[in-house]
């Protein structure tokens, strides 16, 4: 099993900048791909960044030039630089991990998510 915390969500102005984290936890055999997703009320979760091991970042192209996505993979982290916050960024954001723990199949898992408020 796999456990993620996240940690850095608040209130910020626009124009702004907040940073984002999230540690994984348990007995992981191994983590391909991590990643953050955002939702707003009445909405799909949808893809902000994400990383996998030893690959290059994607960005949706809403925050592609704002935000940056960073992983220290030794460590299980990934964290999320948001700059130049716009008040369309408000959402809940949750960090996923792609992992395989033995001796169940590779599967998606999900952080409780994290309220980020952007004023205008």
């Known amino acids: 099993q796999v456990q993620l915390v996240e940690s850095g969500g608040g209130l910020v102005q626009a124009g702004g900048s907040l940073t984002l984290s999230c540690a994984a936890s348990?007995?992981?055999?191994?983590?391909?791909?991590m990643g953050w997703y955002r939702q707003t009320p009445g909405n799909e979760r949808e893809l902000v960044a994400t990383v996998p091991s030893g690959g290059t970042p994607n960005y949706s192209d809403s925050v592609k030039g704002r935000f940056t996505i960073s992983r220290d993979v030794a460590k299980n982290t990934v964290s999320l630089r948001m700059n130049s916050l716009k008040p369309e960024d408000t959402a809940v954001y949750f960090c996923?991990?792609?992992?395989?723990?033995?001796?169940?199949?590779?599967?998606?898992?999900w952080g409780q998510g994290t309220q980020v408020t952007v004023s205008s």
């Open positions: 348990g007995r992981i055999m191994e983590i391909s791909t």
């Open positions: 996923n991990a792609h992992a395989v723990v033995i001796p169940f199949p590779w599967k998606d898992y």
